[in-house]
Structures are given as structure tokens and as C-alpha cells.
């Protein structure tokens, strides 16, 4: 094997700092993300939200449906519904709301499904919601509007398991802070 002279060994060396640059640059990013987002307590004092899918629920046949593993890019109302106004709704949105049966299902936070009925009770208004997918056998949940926690605005498809792999504290640990 020949020897390297001076020159290649610079652009080697150049070459190597700037893979280790973007490494770190993408480890500060996903840490952020991580840290800041998906799995928090309360998410409707944010205006964008990234939160991980975490069942098939909504796996479908539509365009914007999406399966476990995806990141959804969920916008919140905002304080005074700055971003969006939950009572103005409409059938085939997808919103997100909290779990109505989180004491039977405490890994469950928060759910994302579509609206398929708008029900108007003189001022109240109330979504019925459901899923996409037909093989699980959703059940179809009634969602006030002041619970309605954010609206779907896209995907990131296979992302989702990225982060949750991340969020567990030892791969954080072996993956973004040791490196």
C-alpha cells in the first residue's frame, strides 16, 4: 500500500472533522427534539407539536393516514385558539385529544384519530372520532371541543421510532451523549 504524502493526509483529515461535525450537529438536533417534545405531560402550551405513533390505529387506505413509527406534525390552538380554532372543525380533519380512558390505558396519553361526525348541540359542539383502520376494531370516542389538543398537519414517515428508541435513557445515553 502506498504511502499517504501530505496533501492527502490533509483532505483525510478534512474529510473525517467534518463527518464528526455532522454527527454532532444531527446528536444536538435529535436531542432537542427529544428533550423538548413528543412524549411531555402538555403539549397545548406549544404551537408545533412532533409526537410519535404509537399504534396502527390510524393505518389506512387515505392519503394522510399514517401507521406506528411515523412523527406527526401536530398544531396546537394556541392560547385564545391563535393558531387554529377548535370549534371550526370540520369532518375528515384528524385531531389529537387526550385520553378518554387513560386509567385503563396509562401508556395511552394522547390520541389522534379522524373526525367523522360533527355533532352540534345548541352552542356545543362535539366530534365523533375514529380511526382509520378497519381491522382493529376502534371503538368511536366523542371529543368536546375544548378537549381537541392539536390538528394534524403532516408526517414524517419511519421517524417516530427513532425517537422513541432515543427517549429510553440508555440509548440516549449510548447514542447521543457518550459520542
Keep these: 500500500m502506498p504511502k499517504l504524502n501530505e496533501k492527502q493526509k490533509k483532505i483525510i483529515n ?5 463527518v ?5 450537529l444531527f446528536a444536538v438536533i435529535f436531542s432537542i427534539i427529544i428533550l423538548v417534545n413528543p412524549t411531555s405531560n402538555d403539549i397545548s402550551d406549544r404551537k408545533t407539536v ?16 399514517f401507521k406506528a413509527g411515523d412523527l406527526l406534525i ?7 385558539n391563535k ?11 384528524i385531531i389529537t385529544f387526550k385520553n378518554p380512558n387513560i386509567a385503563s390505558q396509562p401508556d395511552i396519553k394522547y390520541i389522534t384519530h379522524r373526525i367523522i ?12 372520532t375514529k380511526g382509520d383502520n378497519p381491522k382493529v ?4 370516542e366523542v371529543v368536546n371541543v375544548s378537549d381537541v389538543l392539536g390538528l394534524y398537519k403532516g408526517k414524517l414517515v419511519g421517524l417516530g421510532k427513532l425517537i422513541l428508541f432515543l ?3 440508555e440509548y440516549f445515553l449510548l447514542v447521543i451523549i457518550l459520542p
Aim: negative net charge.
Design 83 to 93: 393558531y387554529f380554532d377548535p370549534a371550526t372543525l370540520k369532518v375528515g380533519d
Design 20 to 24: 464528526q461535525i455532522v454527527l454532532v
Design 50 to 65: 412532533l409526537m410519535p405513533v404509537m399504534s396502527d390505529s390510524m393505518d389506512g387506505d387515505q392519503k394522510d393516514s
Design 117 to 128: 361526525a360533527v355533532n352540534q348541540y345548541g352552542d356545543t359542539v362535539r366530534y365523533t
Design 14 to 18: 478534512i474529510v473525517v472533522t467534518s
Design 167 to 169: 427517549q429510553t435513557p
Design 137 to 140: 376494531g376502534l371503538r368511536q
Design 74 to 80: 401536530v398544531k396546537t390552538p394556541g392560547k385564545d
